[in-house]
């Protein structure tokens, strides 16, 4: 077995390369930034030559070993050059794993969705007894994790 990198091990098949790693609690933190080449304009599909700026974006990403993570990822600002673009800046996404405007990985989503989905039918009676829980997948697993963070009642997590 050859060896890896940290990345491959954290990230496998995403353009991300590594800088800091440390820990704090029961919590993982991760600085990274994106190796892909610049993208293309979502608007006209012009690709990107001129970086504009760069800044730090923060995502929750699904546990690792049993710590949450939290990624701090370096991205780049690009310039659109069409004039007749309504775009004129855009940020770039890495492939597998940002969206536009996303606050967790998409890996994090998934895994959010997915258990928001097999307590769907918890939610939906729970919310009849009082636990108020959203209808959106982010919110109702947040919602779910306060409740198993409280014992009910005869020791369950009901």
Do not use: K
């Amino acid at each position: 077995m050859g060896l890896c990198e940290l990345s491959d091990v954290l990230f496998p098949g995403i353009e991300l390369r590594v800088e800091r790693v440390y820990v704090a609690g029961r919590s993982l933190f991760v600085d990274a930034i994106g190796t892909a080449p610049p993208g293309r304009c979502p608007d006209c599909g012009n690709g990107a030559r001129r970086v504009h700026s760069r800044y730090w974006r923060r995502l929750a990403d699904r546990p690792v070993g049993g710590r949450e993570v939290f990624v701090r990822l370096r991205v780049r600002r690009f310039l659109c050059d069409i004039p007749m673009c309504r775009r004129q800046t855009f940020v770039e996404q890495v492939e597998g794993f940002t969206r536009s405007h996303g606050q967790s990985s998409l890996a994090m989503r998934d895994l959010a969705r997915f258990v928001a989905v097999e307590l769907g039918a918890v939610r939906e009676s729970a919310s009849a007894d009082g636990w108020r829980c959203p209808a959106d997948g982010r919110h109702s697993f947040a919602c779910c994790r306060r409740r198993w963070s409280r014992p009910g009642p005869r020791g369950s997590w009901e």
